[in-house]
């Protein structure tokens, strides 16, 4: 082999692997949750621990919420590339206050936002409801608990703060608790003794979605095809975490929160597959994450009635089904 040809085949050597290299190179993305890891978020794990991320080219990091960590304010400020939202009430606010941030889909099709009481105390229809003492928190108290006094007849004075601890509600046994479907009558059951009853507030006519993702507009300006990737493997690990192999999404949710259990891990994944709350209505037939033009305008023309939002506040702004809605995943559904 001549000096040259040898140089040559080098520098295709060279290059070839330059090319592996680069086609092999995963763009980073971040990730904030909402909430301390749980399985609620579990999809997202999942999509981390099984790979779908990385066959999409990204490098996902997830940062897990908590009490000083606030997702939608790192989101606004480019701290972060997506950002989950807890609820559609979040997103208006967004609208209202020209904050950037668009919802490009929704994990959950039903908001698992619930009500308990006690059993066998006159408080075992919803309709009885609104005459308990009912402990809330502030941030329901401007929103849902609105809506609920100008649907259902709740009243303002019958409430007492809920500071997530349930000991006043073990302790009044006329009185109803706020919760999630997912989390609150398990630690009720094992705190008190019994199972309480439990109204899923969608049953209701809270139609809502909620554990959204969120990214800034300019994202989805310059970079749709991130975003469609991420969505798009996102929906990939929750129907992978629902129906498949879940363990190694759940060592990753008890390493981020060494607190969680894997009791309360499988009482959520039961729930959440139970009353379809990542995988019912329109995901049946669009695809996990999907939302509605037409969801969103009953529920906004609900809040508006009930005062929590203007009625003249354009809410489309905030959503985008640019990258739903295209029955991503769905062969994953066991049949």
Known sequence: MTARS????????ATALLFAASAHALDKVSFATNWRAQAEHGGFYQAVAGGVYARYGL???????????????????????FAMGANTIQMFESVQQNVPIVTVASMFQLDPVI?????????????????ATAFIASDMRV???????????FKDENVKPYNFNSAPFLADKNSIQ?????????????????????FLLPDYGYDGYSTTIETRADTIAKNPDLVQRF????????????????????????????????????????????RGIVDSGDALTQGVGVITDARMKSFFDKMAKAGVVPADLDYRRGYTRRFIGNKVGMELRPK
């Open 6 to 13: 040898a140089f040559a085949r080098s520098l295709f050597v």
């Open 178 to 198: 706020q919760g999630f479907l997912t989390s609150e009558p398990y630690a009720i059951e094992r705190q008190g003794g019994f199972a309480p009853n439990v």
């Open 231 to 274: 969505v798009d493997a996102s929906i990939i690990g929750w129907y992978n975490y629902l129906y498949g192999d879940n363990a190694a999404a759940n060592a990753m949710i008890k390493r981020d929160n060494p607190e969680m259990t894997d009791g309360q891990i499988a009482y959520s994944i039961a729930k959440m597959k139970a």
């Open 59 to 81: 490098d996902v990091t997830i940062m897990q919420g908590g009490p000083q960590l606030n997702a939608r304010l790192l989101l606004a400020a480019g701290r972060v590339d």
């Open 115 to 131: 009500f308990m009481s006690h059993p066998g105390v006159g408080l075992d229809r919803f309709e009885d409801l609104p005459k």
């Open 143 to 153: 929103s849902i608990w609105q809506w609920l006094k100008q649907a259902y007849g």
